[in-house]
């Protein structure tokens, strides 16, 4: 692994250099483990503590199936999929290696005891199976995170329609939270080379949904001028929600839970801001029922904002607690487009207000292969800035979770991978000097 880090580290390196190195045997790996999968029987889910199912292991280097590449990680990222695979909710994620190892011979690879994860990675390509012309061993790269197939047409027009998609590091194995991964060579794309490797790693997986779920035509297609309400503003898909809203010509009303959180979204350009924890929001009176009275609070407030106007486009994701109030608040015929479910998946609303104003409600999830391209060509161009807060260590990758699954950080948290420091892997210092603060915007907040 030495001679791996030393060839990326050393400028000169050729690709004849990289093809050069032999691969170690095993490298070091973030894992939960199949026996564990029954350790938090009975606990809630914030009782659920990732620091004790996440595992730092040796594991042996993976067979390269044609089309396929394994890429030596410099940094990778925390993914809230990450958080899921860790406390074993809504199921098991060994159940899709299980199912994804019976496809075929070169997929039982996958069906393992322990599950590496993580969807995001930049690195350093150091081989490549049959088949893979477009890409070399000592290519700076970033992958995405959609794994398919793309053997029946279903998938040729929007390859997240594939029967057989997957998100790489969650529904398959060798993800990107260790010091090598495996993904398909259609994964890979060009680091962006104003960025450090963890700048680099952090937006993947965010920045893709957030594009696809905003301003793509297989989402809400925002248009200039549109009022977007974004939940957890300052979050790992929020804060790229709201660069896009505002790059867009877009209105963002974002919506935090501190202080220093709704600084961050100013001081990205949002004007209209709302701390939710500080207005006392209480969409739910108990367990079962939703407060209307608190929907309309909620929309008085946005129109104080909009001069009056309601909302075109909800970029929804807490789910259950916020969705009923996310239908009441768009307005007639707007768009209510949403990737998850945090505060539970059996949402309830009043319906009364979605068909009487034909209104829309969008299901999105991550981003097909050229909307995940397009998403990093726009951090490559400096137009979208990484939203990275803080870094770990692989070895402190618990904690790194434990923090995205108590909601104590902002924006992206990093892990470095084989990156012996932070600050590493930048190749265009010129433009890193254009955007700097751009950069740091969420540094240490
Ligand atoms: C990029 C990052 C993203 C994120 O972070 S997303 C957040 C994290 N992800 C999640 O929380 C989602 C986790 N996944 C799940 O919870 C489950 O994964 C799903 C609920 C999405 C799917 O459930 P399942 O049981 O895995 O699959 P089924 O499609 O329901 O198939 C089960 C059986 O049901 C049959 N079936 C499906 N649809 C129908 C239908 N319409 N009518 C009749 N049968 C149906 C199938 O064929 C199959 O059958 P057979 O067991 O025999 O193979
Ligand atoms: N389908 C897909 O392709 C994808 C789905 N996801 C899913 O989206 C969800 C969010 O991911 P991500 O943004 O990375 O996570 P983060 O935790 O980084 O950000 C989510 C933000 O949402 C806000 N939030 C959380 N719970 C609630 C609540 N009950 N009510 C209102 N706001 C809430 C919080 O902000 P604050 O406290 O400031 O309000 C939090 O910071 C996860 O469930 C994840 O699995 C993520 C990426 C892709």
Redesign the pocket.
């Known amino acids: 692994m030495k001679e791996i880090l030393d060839a990326i580290q050393s400028q000169d390196s050729t690709a004849a250099d990289f093809a050069a190195l032999s691969l170690p045997e095993s490298y070091r790996a973030i894992t939960v483990h199949k026996d564990e999968a029954e350790m938090f029987a009975g606990l809630e889910s914030r009782d659920k503590d990732p620091r004790k199912s996440i595992h730092l292991d040796d594991v042996p280097v993976p067979e390269l199936g044609p089309g396929e590449a394994l890429v030596a990680v410099m940094a990778s990222s925390v993914?809230?999929?990450s958080?899921?695979t860790s406390i074993f909710e809504p199921v098991s994620t060994f159940s899709f290696l299980e199912r994804y190892g019976k496809l075929s011979e070169l997929t039982k690879r996958h069906d393992l005891p322990y599950h590496i994860i993580g969807s995001d990675l930049a690195g350093v390509v150091l081989r490549t199976g049959p088949g893979v012309n477009a890409w070399n061993p000592g290519d700076e790269v970033v992958a995405h995170c959609l794994s398919v197939e793309l053997e029946s047409s279903d998938g040729h027009n929007d390859t997240m329609l594939d029967p057989e998609q997957r998100?790489w590091g969650f529904e398959t194995n060798f993800g990107g939270l260790a010091e090598i991964a495996l993904v398909k060579s259609n994964q890979l794309m060009p680091k962006p080379a104003h960025l450090s490797w963890e700048e680099a790693a952090a937006p993947g997986?965010?920045n893709s949904?957030a594009y696809r779920?905003l301003v793509s035509r297989n989402g809400a297609g925002m248009k200039q001028g549109d009022n977007v309400l974004i939940?957890?503003?300052?979050?790992?898909?929020?804060s790229y929600a709201t660069q896009f809203a505002l790059a867009g010509g877009a209105t963002p009303i974002c919506?935090?839970?501190?202080p220093e959180?709704a600084e961050i979204c100013r001081s990205m350009g949002a004007e209209a801001v709302i701390d939710?924890?500080a207005e006392g929001y209480k969409f739910w009176k108990d367990e079962r029922t939703q407060d209307p009275r608190e929907w309309k609070r909620f929309g008085k407030r946005i129109r104080e904002f909009t001069g009056g106007e309601d909302i075109d486009i909800v970029f929804e994701?807490?789910?259950r607690?916020?969705f009923g109030a996310s239908v009441y608040v768009t307005r007639k015929g707007g768009t209510i487009t949403t990737?998850?479910?945090?505060?539970g998946y059996m949402h309830e609303y009043d319906n009364r207000y979605l068909w009487m104003s034909l209104k829309r409600i969008i299901g999105?999830?991550?981003?097909n292969y050229r909307e995940a391209w397009e998403a990093n060509r726009l951090i490559a161009k400096g137009k979208i800035h990484p939203t990275l807060s803080k870094t770990y260590s692989l070895e402190d990758t618990g904690q790194a979770a434990y923090d995205?699954h108590r909601?104590l950080?902002q924006?992206?948290v990093g892990v470095l991978a084989l990156a012996p420091r932070e600050g590493l892997g930048v190749r265009d210092q010129e433009m890193r000097e254009q955007h700097i603060d751009a950069i740091n915007r969420f540094r240490n907040v």
């Not at 999105?364 to 981003?367: G, I, R, T």
């Open positions: 993914n809230y999929n958080v899921w998100i997986l965010v949904t779920q939940w957890g503003a300052s979050g790992g898909l929020g919506v935090v839970s501190s959180k939710r924890n994701h807490p789910g607690e916020t990737c998850a479910s945090t505060s999105s999830h991550f981003a995205v909601n950080h924006g992206k």
